[in-house]
């Protein structure tokens, strides 16, 4: 399954709202994770089920969706959250992951 | 606290093997599986295999079927992650990832550089 993630880069102001996109080109019902990496570190959970947030994730992030697309929201962006967002399948194998979109300081 | 501490990064010439060690602590290593996942710079993540633990079935992606080989060692809680004629568009960071189930890669190791190049 390919996962395709927009924008490719998204320019936001600390505060404001992000939002990410990504579709699978197949259904894949709510089987959907969202990953955040930050340069020089290992992805981190966020969100799985395409709207459960793991533990320790902060209510700015929230996750919707399902079949064929889904969404990732960041409600007000904070400093930390500069970073890039993978999402990534598990309904089907391999498992893949999308490109990233990369959220950076306007 | 769950920690996946892996071997440091490698260099190696075309042609050549490597095998990543991953070693688990903070929890009880049989209960979840292992799941592999390369990082070519500048990429997206891309899921190499998985392995469950308590019996060592494996499952791997067919892009690596031939030339990848996952294992545990239950006895020092260590996973092992051997990939074999190397091309230099093998070139990555490699990672480990404890998962819940099959699917979700809940805590990460730091990652392993490994660089192939004659």
């Known amino acids: 399954i390919v996962m395709t993630q927009s924008p490719a880069t998204l320019s936001v102001s600390p505060g404001e709202r992000a939002t990410l996109s990504c579709r699978a080109d197949e259904f894949i019902s709510t089987n959907l994770a969202w990953y955040q990496q930050k340069p020089g570190q290992a992805p981190r959970l966020l969100i799985y089920?395409?709207?459960t947030r793991d533990t320790g994730i902060p209510a700015r992030f929230s996750g919707s969706g399902s079949g064929t697309e889904f969404t990732l929201i960041i409600s007000s962006l904070q400093s930390e959250d500069f970073a890039v967002y993978y999402c990534?399948?598990?309904?089907?194998?391999?498992?893949?992951f999308g490109q990233g979109t990369k959220v950076e300081i306007k | 606290q769950v920690q996946l501490v892996q071997s440091g990064a490698e260099v190696k010439k075309p042609g050549a093997s490597v095998k990543v060690s991953c070693k688990a602590s903070?929890?009880?290593?049989?209960?979840?599986?292992i799941t592999w996942v390369r990082q070519a710079p500048g990429q997206g993540p891309e899921w190499m295999g998985w392995?469950?633990?308590?019996?060592?079935?494996?499952k791997y992606a067919q892009n690596f079927q031939d030339r990848v080989t996952m294992t545990t060692d239950t006895s020092t809680s260590t996973a092992y992650m051997e990939l074999r004629s190397l091309r230099p568009d093998d070139t990555a960071v490699y990672y480990c990832a404890r998962t819940y189930g099959d699917y979700l890669f809940e805590y990460w190791g730091q990652g392993t550089l490994v660089t192939v190049s004659s």
């Open positions: 903070g929890y009880i290593f049989t209960t979840h599986g």
């Open positions: 089920g395409a709207s």
């Open positions: 990534q399948q598990y309904n089907n194998w391999p498992r893949t």
């Open positions: 392995i469950t633990v308590h019996n060592g079935n494996t």
